[in-house]
T-cell receptor, first 117, second 112 residues
Framework: GAVVSQHPSWVICKSGTSVKIECRSLDFQATTMFWYRQFPKQSLMLMATSNEGSKATYEQGVEKDKFLINHASLTLSTLTVTSAHPEDSSFYIC?????????????FGPGTRLLVL | GEDVEQSLFLSVREGDSSVINCTYTDSSSTYLYWYKQEPGAGLQLLTYIFSNMDMKQDQRLTVLLNKKDKHLSLRIADTQTGDSAIYFCAGPTGNQGGKLIFGQGTELSVKP
């Protein structure tokens, strides 16, 4: 149990376009979902925390108008990178906390690699 | 603020034991976690330990927690080439909305 999927796994887009990434908890309800960004050979950088039915909480330095997060249901959160630029190219990973699960335990999706040309 | 530190690299021979170390600063941590990341993939939850425990064993994995020294370790017995990956330890950030803070990750290289 505790499977999280992400779609797409790979996306290449032109500069200026918007890209939507989906994160789904497949076999459990997620009270909270998190969005991370990871640069090569580095740790995860938390971008935002998303609770179902409420606005996302962004970490300091993360532009909320640039990275739009929607958490429409207990199994789905989306991250939209608006007007993407080459510096937005990165590996984006989501995670989910399970309702009734062990405290802060997060289950991660497989990640989405974004390349902006 | 809270911090989690790990050594960056570890190289072992197949069949040997691997020990990956982690130190943390937040004394209120309730659970501490170990995640594994293979190249190009997300993070896989390996195990976690509750702060009132000293040790937890799960098949080839042994987690040791020294709460006094705020030191956490992950021992992998009979390390295999398939264990080559980056291992992250993580702890809660003072219970702020369930967020986790991650170490830099330890790259484990297993040589045949």
């Amino acid at each position: 149990g505790a499977v999280v999927s992400q779609h797409p796994s790979w996306v290449i887009c032109k500069s200026g376009t918007s890209v939507k990434i989906e994160c789904r908890s497949l076999d459990f309800q997620a009270t909270t979902m998190f969005w991370y960004r990871q640069f090569p050979k580095q740790s995860l950088m938390l971008m935002a925390t998303s609770n179902e039915g409420s606005k996302a909480t962004y970490e300091q330095g993360v532009e909320k108008d640039k990275f739009l997060i929607n958490h429409a249901s207990l199994t789905l959160s989306t991250l939209t990178v608006t007007s993407a630029h080459p510096e937005d190219s990165s590996f984006y990973i989501c995670s989910a906390r399970r309702r009734g699960g062990v405290r802060e335990t997060q289950y991660f999706g497989p990640g989405t690699r974004l390349l902006v040309l | 603020g809270e911090d989690v530190e790990q050594s960056l690299f570890l190289s072992v021979r197949e069949g040997d034991s691997s020990v990956i170390n982690c130190t943390y600063t937040d004394s209120s941590s309730t659970y501490l976690y170990w995640y594994k990341q293979e190249p190009g993939a997300g993070l896989q939850l390996l195990t976690y330990i509750f702060s009132n425990m000293d040790m937890k064993q799960d098949q080839r994995l042994t987690v040791l927690l020294n709460k006094k020294d705020k030191h956490l370790s992950l021992r992998i017995a009979d390390t295999q080439t398939g264990d080559s990956a980056i291992y992250f330890c993580a702890g809660p950030t003072g219970n702020q909305g369930g967020k986790l803070i991650f170490g830099q990750g330890t790259e484990l290289s297993v040589k045949p």
